[in-house]
């Protein structure tokens, strides 16, 4: 059984930053790839940033000039958020597969709120 268990986030105004971590349990191998998505009200579930065991990154188009993704040792995965927008307010969800071609798992979601 994998766990992922997400911690960071918070309400900040908009500009200010937050680092999302996220750390995980199980077997290594369903850890080949971890990332966050998020999702706002009324909008549908989005890629944010996902990141391979080999340092290969992916970003949305909207956050990769903002956001950076990293990882250490297998299972831990962190987000760190700058010059966050009020757009960027949603729950913020840690994923990690196998590889980006499987169902993967989830963590149970951390709210983040950027005001005006």
């Known amino acids: 059984q994998v766990q992922l268990v997400e911690s960071g986030g918070g309400l900040v105004q908009a500009g200010g930053s937050l680092r999302l971590s996220c750390v995980g349990s199980?077997?290594?191998?369903?850890?080949?790839?971890m990332g966050w998505y998020r999702q706002a009200p009324g909008k549908e579930r989005e890629l944010v940033a996902t990141?391979?065991?080999?340092?290969?990154t992916n970003y949305k188009d909207s956050v990769k000039d903002r956001f950076t993704i990293s990882r250490k040792i297998t299972n831990t995965v962190f987000l760190q958020m700058n010059s966050l927008k009020p757009e960027d307010t949603a729950v913020y969800y840690c994923?990690?597969?196998?590889?980006?071609?499987?169902?993967?798992?989830w963590g149970q979601g951390t709210q983040v709120t950027v005001s005006s």
């Open positions: 994923w990690a597969a196998a590889s980006t071609q499987s169902s993967g798992s």
């Open positions: 199980g077997s290594i191998i369903f850890f080949n790839v």
């Open positions: 990141i391979t065991r080999g340092g290969t």
